[in-house]
């Protein structure tokens, strides 16, 4: 890995139907940060997440992670990255062992029986696991959805909105898994509303608004109250100083 | 082929937990056969070129109805996004997904042609084996560019209406000529005389194999 940067994001850009989603996005990590982006809806949020993690194609610009194109390594990028969504990625119809099982095969686990396992513990569901996901409750699934994210040990992970629809439990759990991640070096970029969720574990912060990214400090240089005052601004469109 | 066996596999696992693809299919291949029975005349002697037709619309529109289901099972909760995200090339989803669609289609047929033969006369059955070479070539065509079409409507709204209407002026050729040649065989005639059909099925099978597999990419990711 270059000293440039774990994941490198130049000049990204990305246009539907004649509106530009993002126009212009530029950053850097390191291995092992935890960058928590926040924006208004329609920011471009999820577009650029779903760049990142290569289900949609940029426009222009490039994303680089670990030092190769995504576009040109995309089987051996996502051999390393997790994602969790509010969309579970999960099948209604398999039970919670089956849905491990049949991802951990994919990713080519070594023992794919005990990872899952290990991870039906880990969310608290093993005495769930041979029960269909069709009869799990929103926050069981999206436990579930997390245990599947990491099925593959990722390098990167990233998560857009994924406290939505948790329960308070779940969502400590959630926050302790990606704390436990971060302590491993893991490099985590999240997008979300929830202001204390995301600055509770974040090395940096970012604030996106039209396509731009508007706003990158670290963490440390932040003050809650100033960045809640700076966020809320952006929300309701004002100009910020 | 591994990846794509592992999503076959799990494919099939979800169908006979569920069986919502393949009762849908067989019931309504046999009721277009009761209905057609029907309007022609029950216990009516139809000669091999209509029973082909019968047959094969039969065939055909039940195997639309799996088709369809077989990529929108992926469009819960977004898990063709989890299939995407997962290091296995596209084609290889476009292999099992074919795959599946052949497997469902062999199950259906079945069940629908010695239904057929009850109905429209147990002299046909004489000619099983040769029909058998016939029908395993037209699923393979019929599997092939349907998978590729129903990916394509999957992400719609209306894509059960919308399915039959692009894939239908595509595989027409394939159905003319399936009935065509079946006909000729239920009529025993001689295998060179149609063999030039048959062949031209094979074709389209393999050339629109080697098209939906370069094309699926593009289709089944976002721009």
């Not at chain 2, 990529?71 to 599946?100: F, H, M, W």
Request: proline share 3%; net charge neutral; aromatic share 10%.
């Amino acid at each position: 890995m270059g000293s440039s940067g774990f994941l490198r994001i130049k000049g990204l850009r990305k246009g539907y139907d004649g509106i530009e989603a993002l126009r212009g996005i530029d950053l850097s990590l390191q291995k092992g940060e935890f960058l928590s982006l926040f924006g208004p809806n329609g920011a471009g949020k999820t577009t650029l997440i779903r760049i990142i993690s290569t289900l949609l194609k940029p426009g222009s610009g490039s994303v680089r992670v670990m030092d190769f194109d995504i576009e040109e390594h995309a089987e051996e990028f996502r051999a390393q990255l997790g994602v969790i969504s509010h969309q579970s990625f999960l099948y209604n119809d398999l039970s919670a062992r089956e849905n491990l099982e049949f991802y951990a095969a994919l990713y080519r686990v070594n023992d794919p029986v005990g990872k899952t396992g290990e991870l039906l513990r880990l969310v608290g569901l093993h005495d769930r696991e041979d029960s269909q996901v069709s009869g799990f409750s929103r926050g069981m699934q999206q436990r579930l959805s997390i245990a599947r994210a990491l099925i593959n040990d990722p390098s990167l992970l990233l998560l857009d909105e994924p406290y939505t629809g948790l329960d308070e439990h779940a969502s400590i759990l959630l926050s302790g898994h990606l704390r436990q991640l971060h302590s491993r070096q893991r490099t985590i970029v999240m997008v979300t509303h929830d202001l204390k969720r995301g600055l509770e574990s974040a090395t940096k912060v970012g604030i996106l608004s039209k396509g731009r990214l508007v706003y990158l400090k670290e963490r440390s240089e932040v003050d809650t109250d100033e960045f809640e005052h700076v966020y809320l601004r952006y929300l309701k469109g004002a100009p910020v100083e | 082929m591994r990846d794509a066996l592992l999503i076959i596999r799990k494919d099939l696992l979800t169908e006979f937990r569920k069986k919502e693809s393949l009762v849908s299919m067989v019931f309504f291949g046999f009721l277009l056969l009761v209905i057609l029975n029907i309007a022609i005349g029950i216990g009516r002697e139809v000669d091999g070129e209509i029973a082909a037709g019968i047959l094969w619309v039969s065939i055909i529109f039940s195997a639309v109805l799996g088709l369809g289901r077989v990529l929108s099972q992926e469009k819960e909760n977004r898990c063709i996004d989890g299939l995407l995200l997962s290091p296995v090339e596209s084609e290889q989803i476009y292999t099992a997904k074919t795959a599946v669609n052949f497997i469902f289609m062999v199950i259906a047929e079945a069940v629908i042609i010695p239904v057929f033969f009850v109905f429209y006369g147990d002299r046909f059955a004489r000619h099983l084996p040769m029909l058998i070479v016939v029908v395993l070539f037209v699923n393979l065509g019929f599997s092939t560019v349907g998978t590729l079409f129903s990916a394509i409507t999957a992400g719609t709204r209306r894509n059960e209406v919308l399915l039959p209407l692009l894939l239908f002026p595509v595989i027409t050729p394939l159905i003319a000529l399936a009935v065509k040649v079946t006909g000729s065989v239920f009529e025993e005639i001689p295998y060179r005389e149609y063999s030039s059909w048959l062949y031209i099925i094979v074709s389209f099978g393999f050339i629109f194999s080697g098209v939906s597999y370069l094309l699926f990419e593009y289709v089944i990711k976002e721009g």
